[in-house]
Nanobody, 132 residues
Framework: QVQLVESGGGLVQAGGSLRLSCAASGRTASGGTFSSYAVGWFRQAPGKEREVVAFMARIDSSTYYADSVKGRFTISRDNAKNTLYLQMNSLRPEDTAVYYC????????????????????WGQGTQVTVSS
């Protein structure tokens, strides 16, 4: 079983930066390890559905960013440390949400990675609050 633990959330003023981390441990049911996972960041604001922020594909590590964060957020991974990151710059009040990391060891369509159904494993979430 894969466990994911996020950290790095907090309160920041608009225009500021935060870096979220997601530490992975364990293996998938098929024995896969972190370097073989597709990984993503999602967020959920109060009263809203969980939405994709960014993800990185399994095979070629190609990335996707939601339009709302493009140019401000960067997803990256350190396979040696089994850790996923989300660097968030130029934060806005509308970025306020609980941020979740997600991982998946299976081959799925690109479109599936844009939804919560595209991932088998989830962290517990970390709160990011951006004040105006």
């Amino acid at each position: 079983q894969v466990q994911l633990v996020e950290s790095g959330g907090g309160l920041v003023q608009a225009g500021g930066s935060l870096r979220l981390s997601c530490a992975a441990s364990g293996r998938t049911a098929s024995g896969g390890t972190f370097s073989s996972y597709a990984v993503g960041w999602f967020r959920q604001a109060p009263g809203k559905e969980r939405e994709v922020v960014a993800f990185m594909a399994r095979i070629d590590s190609s990335t996707y960013y939601a339009d709302s964060v493009k140019g401000r957020f960067t997803i990256s991974r350190d396979n040696a440390k089994n850790t996923l990151y989300l660097q968030m710059n130029s934060l806005r009040p509308e970025d306020t949400a609980v941020y979740y990391c997600a991982a998946d060891g299976r081959s799925r369509m690109w479109a599936a990675r844009l939804t919560t159904h595209g991932y088998d494993y989830w962290g517990q979430g970390t709160q990011v609050t951006v004040s105006s």
